[in-house]
Structures are given as C-alpha cells and as structure tokens.
C-alpha cells in the first residue's frame, strides 16, 4: 500500500476551498467503505500545511476522548464560517490607528489567539492523530522551521499546537509576530508562506525522515507515495500590467510584491512536483488540485459570508468538472483500483 500524504497551501479565508474539496473526498470514501462514521485522517499517513493549510491539517488531526478524529470534514467547513469574521475581524478604529496596517498590525491579535486556544486547547504536536508538519519562519533566528512530531528527532513533539498554528498563520504586516518558548528556544514566528507557500515539496522530504508506526525511516520515492496538493484557488482578478505598475514605488510594491512572491512560489513547486513524479514515471501518483475563483475574491482576508459562500461555490464547481479525477483518487485512498 502506498503511503496517502496531504499537503495544503496558505491562503487565509481560502482555505476553505481545500476543506471544500477534502469534504467531497471524505463522503465519497464513506460511500465507497459503507461507514459513515470515518473521517479522512482515517486514509491520509502524513499531513503538513503553511498558514491556513496548518489549521485545516490540524484540524483533522485533533482526537477525540475515544483516540478517533475529533472533527468531520463538514465540520471543518463550518469553524471557516464560524470565526472567518472574528479573526478578520474590521475594526474602523484599529484601521486609522494603524493606517490600515501601515505602521502597525491590521488586526488584533487577541482574536486569533483565543480561537486557536478554543480548537486546539492545549494539546502538543505529539497528541495530533498522525505524523505532521506545518511552516514558520523566525524572524529573530533568521531560519526556516519546520514543527513536525514524528520525526528522527522530535524537538517539537511538546510545543503546543496553537502555537505552532498561530506562527504558521501569521501574515506580516496584518498580524503580530507570534512568540512561544518551548524548552530550549525562543520560537519568533510569522507565516510559513514566505518560504513555502506550497509546502509539497518540504513535505517529500520530511517524509523520508519521519517515524512511521514507530519504525525507523526509510526512503521514500514518487513509486511509494500518493500526494495530495490542495491550493486555496486561482485567482485572474490580480494582474499587474506594464502601464499600471512602471511608476510604482516602495509603497505601491509591498502588496503585489507579496502576493506575487507567494503565488509564484506555490507554482514553481507544483512545476517541480510535477517533474519529480515523472522522472520516477509515477505522475499519476501526484494530485494537485486548486479551482480557479470564478465567483469569489482572491482577497484571502475577505471573511463576508456572501464571499464564503462563493469560494464553496468555486470549489464545488472544480468538484463537478473533475468528479472523475476525485472519485479515482478516493478509491486510490482506500487502496481500490
């Protein structure tokens, strides 16, 4: 049997479109094994996520009293719509003050925070269902981390998990830094997107050095694994055309600079995903997919309702297209040809 990996982009609000597509998934899987009762992480060995992929992959992992996943996809939907609007939260006063993030963090972080201790409460790396691995870089220590739980070493197995969630979800200039201690470090964390918006490609090394069922690791190539790539959606809304953009400066850059970066970031991975599974003549081992935002802004802050409801829509419209592709893969979740 194949080992089933997950790995899920940043994007924010959006996240909700890989927890759209995943939710679709998991029903097929209840209907193709007759229980109703399973949930993904049931059929996923190894999950990682950068920014909001670090909050669904979390998600699914959280047990319940009984050692079995807390949450059902549906569910995980739902927490979108449930608190999408409290962490993004638009506050007039905290806008002027900070001249809409300008010269100070656009939103507060007190929200985040308590949500995140809300879900996660205070439970470490090491209690998620399955091995894992979510992104923060450390502005203090100038180094690219990667929290997993169970690997060769397991320097981040007790570091809890809303921690690590909040460093990996925190977007420079709309959220403060976060900040946590865990035995030895002092952990200065913002977005894992700068540095791996498309976490993929960390996430088929980390594989190969991962203790799986308490084995040593071994090495993994595209012949042994399925990976699942889940993007937060393809947006044609954002171009940057030469007459618009020759007279920018420092300040009319900083936006499109980082949107640019991160989206060209998570497509230069799946470019070299996609080269890596062929040389191993494996391509179809490899599933990335992310709709293309039709009706729904690309705005990964916009929380609104009306905007929720037209990511579901966009996703649930790439579902329809490529029902084929998902069933396929749901029976190859299940290890069914």
């Known amino acids: 049997m194949k080992l089933r990996v997950l790995s899920v982009d940043g994007g924010g609000i959006k996240g909700v479109v890989p927890a759209t597509i995943l939710q679709y998934l998991e029903n097929k899987i209840k209907d193709i094994t007759g229980d109703c009762k399973i949930k993904i992480s049931d059929y996923i060995d190894f999950v990682s996520g950068?920014?909001?992929g670090s909050i669904l992959g979390a998600g699914i992992l959280i047990p319940n009293e009984k050692g079995k996943a807390k949450y059902s996809m549906e569910q995980i939907v739902n927490l979108y719509y449930q608190f999408g609007q409290k962490i993004f939260k638009k506050n007039f006063l905290r806008n002027l003050r900070t001249l809409w993030g300008i010269i100070g963090p656009k939103y507060s972080k007190n929200?985040?925070?308590n949500i995140f201790l809300e879900t996660f409460d205070h439970l470490k790396m090491c209690e998620l269902l399955k091995p894992c691995l979510f992104t923060g870089y450390d502005i203090d220590q100038r180094r690219s981390n990667i929290y997993t739980n169970w690997d060769e070493n397991?320097?981040?197995k007790n570091i809890f998990v809303k921690d690590v969630v909040r460093g990996s979800t925190c977007v420079p200039s709309f959220f403060p830094p976060a900040y946590f201690r865990d035995n030895v470090y002092i952990h200065t964390i913002v977005d894992g997107g700068v540095f791996a918006t498309n976490p993929s490609i960390v996430t088929y090394v980390e594989i190969s050095k991962t203790k799986f069922n308490g084995l040593e690791p071994k090495l993994y190539t595209p012949e042994d694994i399925i990976l699942i790539s889940l993007g937060t959606g393809i947006s044609n809304e954002k171009n940057y055309p030469y007459k618009k953009s020759?007279?920018?400066?420092?300040l009319q850059w900083i936006l499109p600079a980082m949107d640019i970066i991160?989206?060209?970031?998570?497509?230069?991975?799946d470019y070299e995903m996609n080269k890596l599974f062929e040389s191993y003549k494996s391509k179809d081992n490899y599933y990335r997919l992310e709709p293309k935002l039709v009706f729904a802004s690309s705005d990964f802050t916009d929380a609104s309702k009306e905007n929720l409801d037209n990511l579901v829509q966009d996703s649930l419209n790439f579902i329809?297209?490529?029902k084929d592709k998902l069933d396929e893969l749901a029976y190859k979740l299940c290890d069914l040809k």
């Open 320 to 322: 329809m297209e490529n």
């Open 154 to 156: 397991q320097k981040y």
């Open 246 to 250: 020759k007279k920018w400066g420092k």
């Open 111 to 113: 929200d985040i925070e």
């Open 262 to 269: 991160m989206s060209s970031q998570a497509e230069t991975v």
């Open 50 to 52: 950068t920014s909001t």
